[in-house]
């Protein structure tokens, strides 16, 4: 899945997501966000998971846009299935 193809999902994930912030395109530090960037510098994509308390964690570095949304999707219907802070 590339970018544009999850922009279209984007608004009916969320809406199952309760307290957690899809975010695309920047890197947040907010409390309960999961998103997903590319990073100019490197020259790659970034996906990150920000739990309570400002804890950040990357949780994937890929130079590859569909493999860095596939994960970004898993994280988040693994969120939906378990119900984790929704």
């Known amino acids: 899945m590339?970018?544009?193809?999850?922009?279209?999902?984007?608004?009916?994930?969320?809406?199952?997501?309760?307290?957690?912030?899809?975010?695309?395109?920047?890197?947040?530090?907010?409390?309960?966000?999961?998103?997903?960037?590319y990073d100019t510098c490197e020259k790659k994509w970034k996906v990150y998971v920000n739990n309570e308390r400002g804890r950040h964690r990357i949780r994937l570095i890929t130079e590859n846009e569909e493999e860095a949304f596939d994960e970004l999707l898993s994280i988040v219907n693994f969120e939906v299935e378990n119900n984790r802070y929704i």
């Open 2 to 37: 590339n970018r544009k193809e999850f922009l279209k999902i984007k608004e009916e994930l969320q809406c199952k997501l309760g307290k957690w912030k899809l975010e695309i395109g920047d890197e947040i530090f907010a409390d309960f966000t999961i998103g997903c960037f």
